[in-house]
T-cell receptor, first 119, second 110 residues
Framework: DTEVTQTPKHLVMGMTNKKSLKCEQHMGHRAMYWYKQKAKKPPELMFVYSYEKLSINESVPSRFSPECPNSSLLNLHLHALQPEDSALYLC??????????????????FGAGSRLTVL | RKEVEQDPGPFNVPEGATVAFNCTYSNSASQSFFWYRQDCRKEPKLLMSVYSSGNEDGRFTAQLNRASQYISLLIRDSKLSDSATYLCVVNGGSQGNLIFGKGTKLSVKP
């Protein structure tokens, strides 16, 4: 199994709603990531979990709240979002969060994304 | 200087052409280099890791020049299915996280 699965594929929500995006991988990867991607832009890193602990938070507003219940699951809880938060949210995983050029430990596998529209 | 820079294109080439993309990076301590491919409205997918000695995978060749801090991707005998955005990815942010270039769009025409 070499997939990263994201649900839902599409989500439309109002600014007062609370919703969650879910991500699952069964490759035994120990690092998981949330990225945000706007149209015609590259993915922007939001959060990194390494061994189920939050290791990087790229100054993301608190209306986005990540959660890593176990090594296979990653959630992104959404509350009081703004229309400008509409984007493709990509989950990714890698074997580890080691930044060397040899082991391939930080090669990212992406899920298909959750396309979010905030009205 | 931006951390990872790419020519945004678009590169419009006929089938069978050879096309080359370059990418420059600013952090001399970077150690991991990749090319990802992203189709329209799809997720990025790893095309190739880039190694110091250069590496080839079929029609694709990647080169790394550490002295000049640039990475290249050469595509030979372009196919229609090669049409996509090619993202240069380098580690080296403040915490070593992967930094994406803005991508180079390739359109291969019949």
């Amino acid at each position: 199994d070499t997939e990263v699965t994201q649900t839902p594929k599409h989500l439309v929500m109002g600014m007062t709603n609370k919703k969650s995006l879910k991500c699952e991988q069964h490759m035994g990867h120990r690092a998981m990531y949330w990225y945000k991607q706007k149209a015609k832009k590259p993915p922007e890193l939001m959060f990194v979990y390494s061994y189920e602990k939050l290791s990087i938070n790229e100054s993301v507003p608190s209306r986005f709240s990540p959660e890593c219940p176990n090594s296979s699951l990653l959630n992104l809880h959404l509350h009081a979002l703004q229309p400008e938060d509409s984007a493709l949210y990509l989950c990714a995983s890698s074997p580890d969060q080691i930044w060397d050029g040899h082991s391939g430990a930080n090669v990212l596998t992406f899920g298909a994304g959750s396309r979010l529209t905030v009205l | 200087r931006k951390e990872v820079e790419q020519d945004p294109g678009p590169f419009n080439v006929p089938e069978g052409a050879t096309v080359a993309f370059n990418c420059t990076y600013s952090n001399s301590a970077s150690q991991s280099f990749f090319w990802y491919r992203q189709d329209c409205r799809k997720e990025p997918k790893l095309l190739m890791s880039v190694y110091s000695s250069g590496n080839e995978d079929g029609r694709f060749t990647a080169q790394l020049n550490r002295a000049s801090q640039y990475i290249s991707l050469l595509i030979r005998d372009s196919k229609l299915s090669d049409s996509a955005t090619y993202l240069c990815v380098v580690n080296g942010g403040s915490q070593g996280n992967l930094i994406f270039g803005k991508g180079t769009k390739l359109s291969v025409k019949p």
